[in-house]
């Protein structure tokens, strides 16, 4: 069976690193607790062109904390699946080439081969996918897993995944 893995917010605590960024540069302790239920930017929407601009940011990408027991996890599920890390990466300047260190690091045991860095998941076909995105899930024709983020815990409709423990109790 083939799975496709997202990476940001689902191996890769993208949202975590808006957060730290921005406390850090504006002394401030906004709290994942405080954004549930939507973007970072939503809590501070005078700075949704400051937090935007991240993307940016040489490093960002690069400097990702991996989620929790992703790593465990993952080097389990590629003994049982074909897993295929898809990651919409051609969107901001440095995500290819940093998405791509990143795995090479946090990820070594997915073989490059097994990385889809794209524009648009629409292509994807295969048996899974694993995306903290609804819009992402509405077009895969096989089974759509939505990996809970704080931006998605109000989104309904999509079988879920609070957690990588809970991804190996209900894949491994």
């Known amino acids: 069976m083939t799975l496709f893995v997202d990476m940001d917010e689902v191996i890769a605590d993208t949202y975590?690193?808006?957060?730290?960024?921005?406390?850090?540069?504006?002394?401030?302790?906004?709290?994942?607790?405080?954004?549930?239920?939507?973007?970072?930017?939503?809590?501070?929407?005078?700075?949704?062109?400051?937090?935007?601009?991240?993307?940016y940011e040489p490093g960002f990408f690069r400097e990702l904390n991996p989620i929790a027991h992703s790593q465990e996890v993952l080097r389990e599920l590629v003994e049982k699946y074909e897993v295929f890390i898809a990651s919409a990466a051609m969107q901001f300047p440095n995500s290819l080439k940093e998405k791509h260190e990143w795995l090479d690091e946090h990820f070594p045991f997915i073989h490059w081969r097994n990385r889809i860095l794209c524009g648009d998941k629409h292509i994807l076909r295969g048996d899974i996918l694993i995306d903290d995105r609804s819009h992402n899930l509405e077009t895969f024709q096989g089974r759509s897993i939505l990996f809970t983020s704080p931006h998605n815990i109000h989104t309904t409709g999509f079988e879920r995944l609070d957690n990588w423990q809970d991804a190996a109790d209900r894949l491994l």
């Open 16 to 55: 975590g690193a808006h957060i730290e960024r921005f406390n850090a540069r504006h002394g401030t302790a906004l709290s994942r607790e405080q954004c549930m239920g939507g973007e970072v930017w939503q809590q501070v929407p005078e700075y949704r062109q400051t937090i935007w601009n991240h993307y």
